[in-house]
């Protein structure tokens, strides 16, 4: 095989598996030709998608728009808080536990302290995408911070920098390929956040259509919604990698840049 | 004591006396101790001795990162009392920026340092002009806007020397700068070297455990003895500058070299037979 046609497959690979797992799960279903509500064919999901996609859609906008907004908070957030554990060890020492802590918390059972809190709908899942996406976002941005050569420090130190100096000039440019690598975690859990929120305590978003189909046994609908969760999240992620690349493209030096790694 | 020239305010501009290092509570370790030591204005000193000495800490000393246990610091005639701003350093490990190209990493010192930090945005095309020219001066032009990983480690090295000196710093501390290079880029930097030190005149101290390399460049050798570190003599080195390679072949530099190597080899064997050293002798 030719280093050309290779790259070229390397490139069409992900879309041969999906294909192909979409051919397999076809057949499965004309083959042992399962009640639709048990497994329905992907054709038979397209058709839901195709008959209901403008609800769906709106729904999908809905869940889109509550994890960009909690997603966003969860940057500034969690930045600050990385910034602020991983510019001291007594600060690092006495908030690492708590926000272990906070993490080790199953979102899910916090949603219902949210929505007295907050009401339902939209205020808890903006909510919980954020609690669940500025954990990675501060644990990384504090391990660049903390991991700064000490050489480095006392190149600086020796010139009379302030403690700020260094944080500018030297710390946070050093933790960005941390934080953008934690952004693709982050955003993939804001997602989870919003949908089990709207599953909990929503009218809108793509959570509850879920559920609305699964207590009417439209399962065909719900493997419609499942998958554009699953593309809005690829999407994002995507947008997440390619940011990543663009900005630390010094961390990752002459590899080539890839859109899915990490 | 070797050491003749008298601690004070005098003619020396670093100046140490009585200095000891204990790191941790008293029952740390004790990285220095006694040690007294004066390096005039412009010379070209290097410290010297068997591993563990307490080289790197008289670095932190001198350079004001870390205060002493006990006896008293002086730089340029006044107490050393934090980290000093008219320092450059540069270590083993060049430690440039990985974001920055080399002429960024170079004038990372002009952000910091006054008065060129507030002057660098108005003057920078003048600070820009400087930088490529000392870039220059180590031959290193037409790498200005290369990333650092791009360079040898022989230039990332000279990158990190140009950083160290671009403020025009009355001392430079050197902290084996070349012990990560093989041996003829390590030769060819000590020329470079030479050469920007012959240029400028700052006060330089280098750390190293190159017998060779402190007698190929410093005027002055301070030999230290095993943990506690202490000064046990001082050689002046007597060669005509510039020097060479050629002149590390000299009858008169091997004698140097062989003679602080045999009192290095001395506190060595003392320090594993549980013995004080003995204070050594003048050349």
């Known amino acids: ?262 | 004591m070797s050491n003749t020239v008298q601690p004070g305010p005098s003619k020396a501009f670093v100046d140490f006396a009585g200095v000891g290092l204990r790191y941790g509570d008293e029952n740390g370790t004790l990285a220095l101790s006694g040690v007294d030591l004066a390096i005039e204005k412009g010379q070209f000193a290097a410290i010297v001795g068997p591993s563990g000495c307490g080289k790197s800490s008289f670095m932190k000393l001198a350079t004001g990162l870390c205060p002493p246990s006990e006896g008293s610091i002086r730089v340029a005639g006044a107490p050393v009392t934090g980290p000093l701003k008219i320092t450059g350093m540069a270590f083993q490990n060049p430690t440039l920026l990985p974001w920055r190209d080399t002429l960024g990493n170079v004038m990372l010192p002009l952000e910091i340092v006054q008065p060129h930090r507030s002057r660098l945005s108005s003057e920078r095309a003048k600070y820009e002009a400087k930088a490529r020219a000392l870039l220059a001066t180590v031959g290193l032009a037409g790498f200005e806007n290369k990333q650092p990983w791009m360079l040898s480690g022989g230039m990332q090295q000279r990158t990190s020397l140009c950083r160290a000196l671009i403020h025009d710093p009355q001392l430079l501390m050197l902290d084996e700068p070349f012990a990560a290079l093989d041996a003829f880029t390590r030769e060819e930097l000590w020329a470079v070297l030479q050469d920007l030190w012959m240029l400028q005149r700052f006060t330089c101290v280098l750390v190293t455990h190159d017998l060779r390399e402190a007698a190929y460049l410093a005027d002055v050798i301070f030999v230290m003895s095993t943990r506690p570190g202490r000064v046990i003599s001082t050689h002046r080195v007597d060669i005509p500058r510039p020097r060479t390679v050629q002149s590390t072949f000299d009858p008169h530099f091997n004698e140097i070299v062989q003679q602080i190597r045999a009192e290095i080899a001395q506190v060595r064997k003392e320090n594993t037979a549980g013995i004080v050293a003995p204070q050594g002798a003048a050349p």
């Open chain 1, 1 to 262: 095989m030719s280093p050309k046609t290779e790259r070229r497959l390397e490139k069409a690979a992900p879309w041969i598996v999906i294909i192909g797992l979409l051919i397999i799960w076809e057949l499965v279903v004309l083959i042992f030709n399962p009640k639709p509500f048990i497994l329905p064919a992907p054709s038979l999901v397209w058709k839901s998608f195709m008959d209901y996609r403008e609800p769906i859609m709106a729904h999908a906008m809905f869940t889109l728009t509550n994890t960009m907004i909690g997603f966003a908070i969860g940057i500034l957030v969690g930045s600050l808080m990385g910034i602020f554990i991983g510019s001291s060890r007594l600060v690092y020492a006495g908030f690492y536990p708590l926000l272990i802590g906070i993490n080790s918390v199953p979102k899910a059972a916090v949603v219902p302290i949210l929505v007295i809190w907050l009401g339902i709908g939209q205020p808890p899942a903006i909510a919980t995408a954020f609690l669940l996406s500025f954990f990675p976002i501060a644990v990384n941005v504090a391990a660049g911070l903390a991991t700064v050569e000490p050489e480095l420090e006392d190149v600086l130190r020796s010139l009379g920098a302030s403690k700020l100096d260094i944080l500018r000039k030297i710390s946070l440019p050093r933790s960005l390929p941390y934080f953008f690598a934690s952004l693709k975690v982050a955003v993939t859990l804001a997602f989870v956040g919003a949908v089990i929120s709207e599953t909990l305590a929503s009218n809108d978003g793509i959570g509850y259509m879920m559920l609305q189909a699964a207590s009417q046994f439209r399962t065909s609908l719900m493997f419609a919604g499942l998958i554009v969760i699953a593309a809005m999240g690829i999407g994002a992620y995507l947008v997440c990698a390619y940011v990543e690349a663009r900005m630390t493209g010094w961390a990752t030096r002459k590899q080539a840049v890839m859109t899915g790694g990490g």
